[in-house]
């Protein structure tokens, strides 16, 4: 019971965004028509500099998707890596959070192409057949 207590005191900042994406995921399933089944996969991109845990995102997923549409279905998070291009050599590539500095010319004069998503990549649903099986 401790462990779920401090689970859930470290990830305020996931909880927070994680209701954002259940209510923006039980609108889209409930948009659908016929209505599905049920939910079955909702995929998740999330960029390296979001600081956001996606094993404490995951946590918040289970525990806001109680009693909606969403309820039994499982969250994958697909991190996005760090890419940058080099305004001065036009290299382009992946660093290291820690290290803003082009890998080819040292440069520091980077554009950020990648690492701050967070999006709904698509939702897996299972759907009743013409029979409605």
Not at 99 to 127: D, P, Q
């Amino acid at each position: 019971m401790l462990r779920l207590y401090h689970m859930y005191r470290g990830c305020m900042h996931e909880f927070s965004i994680c209701q954002n994406l259940v209510d923006a995921i039980v609108n889209e399933v409930n948009a659908i028509q016929p209505l599905p089944k049920r939910l079955l996969k909702v995929h998740v991109a999330l960029g390296h500099l979001r600081q956001i845990i996606p094993e404490y995102l995951q946590f918040a997923y289970e525990v806001l998707i109680k009693d909606t549409v969403a309820e039994g279905s499982e969250l994958l998070v697909r991190t996005v890596p760090l890419e940058v291009k080099c305004r001065k050599c036009q290299w382009q590539g992946e660093i290291e959070r820690q290290a803003f500095i082009c890998k080819s010319c040292g440069s520091t004069e980077l554009e950020m192409l990648t690492g701050m998503e967070l999006y709904l990549e698509n939702l897996e649903i299972e759907v009743e057949d013409a029979e409605g099986n």
